[in-house]
């Protein structure tokens, strides 16, 4: 149990195009999920916190506008790259967590974004 | 403030020997989680374990066992018998109560790779 799929796994895009990365739970309602970034041997930076049906909650220094997340159910919460960036290239991680264990995050297994 | 210290940056050891990564962590509450977390090279984290602050019992998993102490605020994972299939980051985490949500963030430490070598 407690699985959670993250869509695409890898994506080549052109700079200025939008890429969408999808993070679904399989087989739980997902309370809350997180978003991360992993730099290349460097641990995970908590970007936002979603909550299904209400506005995602930006960690300091990540860009709104630039990241827009959407918790449309509770199974699915989605993050677009706008207009990315070379410097937008890196690993992004979706978390989840459910209403039994509220504090134990299931992730996804990533999504690596290579900006060209 | 809270941190999460994982001092080894890489460990490398040859299979079947016992390894022990360790955690320090740092929080000014006294309710408080820690976890553990594999990433094997495919990217997934995987989750190890959760501790809760008022459960300084050590827990034994198969190969796996963890060593929680608050007195040191450690909470240091060791490997025994190591196989080629451990090798991966590790991540020690921390999460606090969130008094107005529903949990607290994870803090991560920087995480330690573990090598293990036929």
């Known amino acids: 149990g407690a699985v959670v799929s993250q869509h695409p796994s890898w994506v080549i895009c052109k700079s200025g195009t939008s890429v969408k990365i999808e993070c679904r739970s399989l087989d739980f309602q997902a309370t809350t999920m997180f978003w991360y970034r992993q730099f290349p041997k460097q641990s995970l930076m908590l970007m936002a916190t979603?909550?299904?049906?209400?506005?995602?909650?930006?960690e300091q220094g990540v860009e709104k506008d630039k990241f827009l997340i959407n918790h449309a159910s509770l199974t699915l919460s989605t993050l677009t790259v706008t207009s990315a960036h070379p410097e937008d290239s890196s690993f992004y991680i979706c978390s989840a967590t459910q209403a039994v264990a509220k504090n134990i995050q299931y992730f996804g297994a990533g999504t690596r974004l290579s900006v060209l | 403030a809270q941190k999460v210290t994982q001092a080894q940056t890489e460990i490398s050891v040859v299979e079947k020997e016992d390894v022990t990564l360790d955690c320090v962590y740092e929080t000014r509450d006294t309710t408080y989680y820690l976890f553990w977390y594999k990433q094997p090279p495919s990217g997934e984290l995987v989750f190890l374990i959760r501790r809760n602050s008022f459960d300084e019992q050590n827990e034994i998993s198969g190969r796996y066992s963890w060593n929680f102490q608050k007195s040191t605020s450690s909470f240091n994972f060791t490997i025994t018998a190591s196989q080629v299939v451990d090798s991966a980051v590790y991540f020690c985490a921390l999460s606090e109560r969130n008094y107005g949500g529903s949990q607290g963030n994870l803090i991560f430490g920087k995480g330690t790779k573990l090598s293990v070598k036929p």
């Open positions: 979603s909550n299904e049906g209400s506005k995602a909650t930006y």
